[in-house]
């Protein structure tokens, strides 16, 4: 039995004489630092796609500014006619004297030095002049040592004066991308767009302090929900203790957890889990034991230390691809089925009185509401028997469908089973308010009717389509619905809203819409 419990743990050798607590801190550490480390590589590899955007825009601005100065240089400062020199004069392949060469040096010196100032990033933090001093350090920096190779290289035809207005070039150049990058970022931080929900555990002195800085900054992009405390004191802003953790969370849509008590392991470690569980960003003020923190990165927001302990949400590029996408195939959608849509509406005028678009309230992301649109498919006065049909519900939980439902016209019967009803909702995509591929937007009053289990659902943009469209759409159980949105929400990537997408079409062929 020794034998056995000594070859499964990693530290026998190490630990032959520790005690039972040293063991499972070891083992525990070992077990999360490896969890950690692997969400923070998840959101490594989302960073990278963005910073070589970035890098691509200077390399195309540094090679746009070298071009035009030498042609302005060459082509206006030393005319040999009227018209100055023609373009194969100055840019052919013989007269360019290694210019090419060592526009190539330069642009990877100026990635270089923007590299070591950090300016392939946005930090909210950090002012526009500040960012644009940090880039006229690096250019200058990239600039003498580019010289300076033209100095050892000996080579007598590079323009030194070229050089030095290519640099005063790009110190404009570089600087202003950036504040307009810089700009839009934060306007739209500013409007409330993206921004992160907050719930601060500790309603203390640093708590309050770090809650007063993010509001007095909203170009940072957080939004306070409220505090939790061991001791709430009636203040309407302490949403309950640490018992209430779970609770609090699901039904005020957190986003992030900033820990702002003085160090309790076994706090942390609760915290940790809870937090891994319903994918929170987790973070501590200003320190953690019981090897928490290692591989931790940290940052400082407002000149307060932070920890990233734990950080799983869905990337936001691949979110910004997500909308790409749901744009250009919603127009294109929209632009294809307008016949359809035309012979549609002549379908339901001709067939029952009343308008072709039905518009009804549901429930989106964060639990916002908004007007959903489809193609009306039932009589005039079907909501008002709505409460008479409850009790033949056929579907279980807090959600209603009737197979047979008799408010359904004739065209809403054919319009329902191959699903051109819900083209409309197309307007929705384009709107923001859905997604084409999410789970799908439920009623008020069956949003209602849920549990704060079932409003993890919101934590995404309602879709068109979705998992349990494709694989239980016939399935009368609610819990089976709400499992499958889970799990599309846990799993996302584009890859799947593409399989989605893909098998949804073959659905819709096979009639299987009610």
Partial sequence: MNGSATKRTPYNSAAAGAPPRELFARNWTEEHGRSVQHSSQRRARGGRVRQAIYVLIDVILVCAAAATVYGLH????????????????????????????????????????????????????????????????????????????????????????????????????????????????????????????????????????????????????????????????????????????????????????????????ELIKQVFFESRKLRLNLHVLPELYDGLAWRAPMHNIGGFPILELLGEPIPADGLALKRAIDIILSVLGLVIASPLLLLASIFILLDSPGSVIYSASRVGKKGKRFQCYKLRTMVPSAEAQREELLKVNERQGPFFKIEDDPRITRSGRWLRKYSIDELPQLINVLLGDMSLVGPRPHPVEDFEQYSLEDLRRLEVKPGITGLWQTTARRHPSFEVNMKLDLDYIENWSLLLDLKILLKTFPEVYRGGGS
């Avoid at 190539?104 to 010196?109: D, E, T």
């Avoid at 990033?121 to 690096?138: D, F, I, Q």
């Fill in 74 to 265: 060459f082509g206006l400062a030393r005319p040999t006619t009227s018209r100055g020199l023609s373009l194969w004069q100055m840019f052919g392949p013989t007269n360019m004297h290694g210019y090419p060469g060592f526009l190539v040096l330069y642009c990877s010196l100026v990635v270089m030095a923007c590299i070591s100032q950090n300016l392939y990033r946005t930090p909210r933090e950090l002012s526009a002049l500040m960012e644009s001093v940090l880039v006229a350090k690096a250019v200058f920096l990239s600039t003498a040592l580019l010289v300076v190779f033209i100095f050892t290289s000996g080579n007598r035809e590079i323009s030194r004066l070229v050089v030095v207005l290519v640099g005063a070039v790009n110190v404009v150049s570089l600087s202003g991308w950036r504040y307009a990058k810089r700009k839009f970022v934060l306007s739209r931080a500013e409007r409330g767009l993206g921004q992160s929900r907050v719930l601060i555990i500790g309603a203390g002195k640093m708590g309050r302090a770090f809650a007063s800085w993010l509001q007095a900054n909203p170009h940072l992009g957080y939004e306070i929900c409220g505090f939790l405390d061991a001791e709430p004191n009636g203040d309407k802003k302490v949403l309950g203790t640490m018992q209430d953790f779970r609770r609090v969370v699901l039904a005020h849509f957190v986003d992030e957890v900033f820990v702002t008590l003085p160090s309790d392991c």
